[in-house]
């Protein structure tokens, strides 16, 4: 909206951060920083801006639509970061004979759909990715999940607010080659399932009619689908695959209960339940994977990932198993505002300096020092200011303690202490003070 020209609107999607949405923005990724810290993971960054065609070849067709893209200046088709994937597998690819491994990486950046803006999802939003390649057993899996889930305790979250649901694409690889379906059409049909509940079944049952004879042979793939969507857990899998009778299925379950296993010896099983239906959108999914979800469903996401043995591959021509995922600043915030497991506002300053002019070089001497002992400090700026007038200032501001220089201040920096909080007050001399400051406030 234009308001008599002055006023121009933020664009749908897109957000203003107010200092107290940055306090809550660097809460979240300080808080993530730290637990991907505690499992060894280092921070990497990449370009915002990158050639179209990382995205158009590599994500799948649902990103490819929702690209910011444009022609720069020298005539290069570029488009705004939807996704890190495929740039980390880029950037590892080219280090990778180097690179000690399993490599452990992770990000906090931004990133642009153009999406229709709604609850959970808008156009421009931070991701938390962390990626782990290099390892192709199911313990780089478990351990990438155990992140996932440490990262959302670390907020307050319980198992009763959240669950990971798992899923595993090759399995569907199985129960697809059961249909005749190849593994070269089974990225394009997983696509497929997984927007299926966002459109009407006809939309579906006529897409899929591309990859089977018949539309009774669509209807037969549908209702076994439902049923294989239907297994809530390890053993009802079980059931499903040896009535199928696909023994390559079964050999898949061995490695779900490794897994399985893993996270129950971290303690982490509670929070994982089993769930077919996740299929992802993104087309370079190759394994397990996996979408975290606040515990009644009700919201988009809150973050997901899953296992992608080839696309470093593709990119680079240097084969590299990975797997990783990505939690979203939105849907995050909104359920920590929900469960209010926001941290209390910071606020406040420790000190508060009053003086009159003749003490200005006393006083912003003092405010100086305890700067450089890490104390933050304020002042009024505007001059001829009463001591009361300051002292309400600081109150306003919340400073912990005032430092008074009036009148009785003597020329060795005497002032006098006054506890913001108590009240209570006391004479010191500022190089002490200063001394002092070693310690917490
Ligand atoms: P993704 O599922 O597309 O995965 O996105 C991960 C998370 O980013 C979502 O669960 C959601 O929280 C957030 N997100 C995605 N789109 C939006 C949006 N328009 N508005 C707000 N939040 C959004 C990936 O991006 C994969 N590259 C993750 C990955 C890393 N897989 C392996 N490594």
Redesign the pocket.
């Known amino acids: 909206m234009v308001h008599g020209g002055a006023m121009v609107d933020v664009l749908p999607?897109f957000r203003d951060f107010y200092p107290e949405d940055c306090a809550l923005r660097n809460y979240i990724f300080s808080t993530f920083r730290r637990v991907a810290g505690g499992f060894g993971f280092e921070e990497f960054d990449g370009p915002i801006l990158e050639p179209l065609e990382l995205f158009t070849e590599k994500?799948g067709p649902e990103?490819a639509e929702?690209l910011f893209q444009f022609q720069d200046r020298g005539g290069r088709s570029v488009a705004l970061r939807?996704?890190?994937?495929p740039t980390?597998a880029r950037m590892v690819g080219a280090r990778a004979a180097s690179l000690r491994r399993p490599i452990r990486w992770f990000t906090v950046g931004e990133?642009f759909?153009y999406?229709r803006p709604q609850k959970?999802?808008?156009?421009?939003?931070y991701?938390m990715?962390?990626?782990l390649l290099g390892e192709k057993g199911v313990r780089g899996d478990g351990e990438?999940l155990a992140v996932l889930i440490s990262s959302l305790r670390a907020f307050g979250l319980a198992a009763g607010d959240f669950q990971v649901r798992l899923s595993d694409r090759r399995l569907w690889f199985h129960f697809l080659s059961s249909f005749g379906v190849g593994d070269s059409s089974t990225p394009e049909v997983l696509g497929i399932m997984d927007r299926m509940g966002r459109v009407p079944l006809e939309i579906t049952v006529q897409r899929l009619q591309t990859f089977f004879p018949t539309a009774a042979a669509v209807e037969k793939f549908l209702g076994a689908a439902s049923s294989f969507c239907g297994c809530g857990d390890l053993n009802s899998l079980e059931n499903f695959f040896s009535n199928l009778a696909l023994p390559l299925a079964m050999e898949r379950l061995g490695e779900w209960r490794e897994l399985l296993q893993f996270l129950g010896a971290l303690g982490l099983a509670d929070f994982v339940t089993v769930d077919v239906g996740i299929v992802?959108?993104?087309a370079y999914?190759t394994g397990f994977v996996f979408?975290?979800f606040e515990r009644t469903g009700e919201s988009?996401?809150?973050?997901?990932?899953?296992r992608?043995d080839d696309l470093v591959g593709k990119l680079t021509g240097i084969s590299l198993p990975?797997?990783?995922?990505?939690?979203?600043?939105?849907?995050?915030g909104n359920l920590l505002r929900e469960k209010k497991l926001l941290p209390p506002p910071s606020g406040g300053c420790d000190f508060w300096i009053v003086f009159d002019g003749s003490a200005q070089a006393a006083a912003l001497g003092l405010a100086q020092n305890l700067r450089l002992a890490g104390r933050s400090v304020l002042y009024a700026l505007t001059p001829g200011l009463s001591m009361g007038k300051q002292l309400k200032l600081a109150d306003r501001a919340g400073a912990k303690f005032a430092v008074l220089f009036g009148e009785e201040s003597g020329s060795d920096g005497r002032c006098t202490l006054r506890n913001m909080v108590t009240g209570s007050e006391e004479i010191v001399a500022s190089v002490h003070l200063v001394e002092k400051m070693t310690c917490p406030v």
């Open positions: 999607g994500s990103i929702q939807p996704e890190m994937t980390l990133h759909r999406e959970g999802r808008l156009r421009a939003f991701q990715n962390l990626d990438v992802r959108g993104l999914y979408e975290a988009r996401a809150l973050a997901g990932g899953g992608y990975a797997c990783g995922f990505a939690i979203g600043d939105v849907t995050l």
